[in-house]
């Protein structure tokens, strides 16, 4: 069965952090890339940041030097450290294959940076 299970989100101050996990079913992780993807209110779901099975990373423009993505390989889990957070990181996040699967996509972790 696919499964993706994201956790972690919450309210943060701009300049907080937050660490999110996205535990995924073997199928999808154990040879794929995995991706952290976002959806902000009235926009479309965007790539965040990739790993690939070898650790090789890749980060959108907005969030390099903010953001660290990570797996571990064993656990079948992908993380996403997020630092010096500002209001327009706002969205829900979610976790999937890179590229996406579609159609297979978890609930997602809400994220709201706001004073």
């Known amino acids: 069965q696919v499964q993706l299970v994201e956790s972690g989100g919450g309210l943060v101050q701009p300049g907080g952090s937050l660490r999110l996990s996205c535990a995924a079913s073997?199928?999808?992780?154990?040879?794929?890339?995995m991706g952290w993807y976002r959806q902000a209110p009235g926009k479309e779901r965007e790539l965040v940041a990739r790993?690939?099975?070898?650790?090789?990373?890749y980060y959108a423009d907005s969030v390099k030097g903010r953001f660290t993505i990570s797996r571990d390989n064993a656990k079948n889990t992908v993380y996403l450290q997020m630092n010096s957070l500002k209001p327009e990181d706002t969205a829900v996040y979610y976790c999937?294959?890179?590229?996406?699967?579609?159609?297979?996509w978890g609930q997602g972790a809400l994220v709201t940076v706001s004073s």
């Open positions: 999937n294959r890179f590229p996406a699967l579609t159609g297979v």
């Open positions: 073997g199928s999808i992780f154990r040879f794929n890339a």
């Open positions: 790993i690939t099975t070898r650790g090789s990373t």
